[in-house]
């Protein structure tokens, strides 16, 4: 289901009336278009059964607006063609109404400057992380259930409010005032050193545990080992890994963090990781960016203004021989273009994980561009990627470079996935050929089953 209004700057509200003798009804796939598309769903009397409304996936910015009224049951994240993930990432916003009720999965991410505005029930949820601008606004008339039960009562397990989230009164909830004061019962409160509640609108019940989750001095570099337990990366941190085979149980990436690939400009020295989960957040970063030959490779331009070639020919190359390596196991470097100033080549990375690899992220191994403007660029790299389940909606990348003649040819990824799972990945996989005068070539995206 698609609500487009164009880019009117006036709100469009787009009413979704169901028969009070339906209970059930499903939508795959919600896209929400246009500066300020909203979709409401029409309140039910309080005589009318409750109706529930199953949304799999929602394509839209906060400037767009989901909002469930009375005796209106939103399931999000719920599809008859996927299960109901564990996670739900949710930069929509979202205005839940005295009367109406929301189920998220057990982890709900509020971030990207959504809104969210809870006047109502929220079942089943245990975690509510608030970031990168997102706004969880409660109002004494929400509460979780199935326990408590009564009006103003909100119990989690965990609130994380994180990089620039915001959590506050709602004031739109009707028939109470807004500053009644909600109570919060949690088992842990992971907050940066600035946040607080507001005490006019919450109470807090006492014995939580109370977490900064960031050290005092996040501006510091890191360089990991090959073997540690959980790898965690916080905003503002820039952390390198070096060539070899590392093995971590956990390795995750917050927003704001950055995991840079050393690489080898020799294009000798290859980088595995084996994890058993892998967690890229929004605006998390692991790159490999021109990491790769610094001048050479089986790819390498050779003749003034060629791009370096991969898994697709740099611009102006015209002999398809300049491909090289292995399509269902890449694990090359990219090739630079030609010339001393040319780009570097892409990066290198196998990624193994034996549960679950979760990107939100950038995960990039794509080529360089010349430091001189006449020269060529790099090609894109390698990555291989092993998991047991892919999901997320972010960008693994393996792009030639741009050049001032000719761009690099695009990477080569490759992913290796039970049948299933990779279906609930909905990101991109980028291999595009760089930009220039002649652009290069794409490359190849493969993916295998385990």
Known sequence: MTIDNGQNATSAISVLAVNPDVYYFSIEHLELKGNTATLGFRPRLDSDPTVTVNIGQVSGSSHNTIITSNRVMLNLGAATSIPKPDILYFSTSLDVQVGGSLSVPDHWFIQDGAIVQWCGAVHSIQNVTVRTGGQL???????????PVSSGQVALDTLTVDDGGLVGSATNCTDTPATTQVELTLNALHRTETFSFDPTYFTVTSGYTDVIIHPANPNYNCTLSLSENNVVIHAGQTCTIAPGEHHYTSLTVHPGGVLLLAGDATGSQMTTIHAATV???????LSGVATGYSSGGPGMGQVSGEGGSYGGTGGSVT???????????????????????SGHGGGQLSLIVSGSLTNEGLVDVSGGSPSSGSEGGGSGGSLYVKAHQLVGFGIFAAKGGAGGTSGGGGGRITYQLKSYYGKDFYGESLVNGGAGTHAGASGINLSLLQ
């Open 319 to 341: 002999d398809p021989v300049r491909l090289y390596g292995d399509m269902q196991r890449p694990q090359h470097y990219g090739s630079s273009g030609f010339g001393s100033n």
């Open 137 to 147: 606004n409660i109002g004494y008339s929400a509460y979780t259930s199935p326990n």
């Open 279 to 285: 967690l890229i957040h929004p605006r998390g970063l």
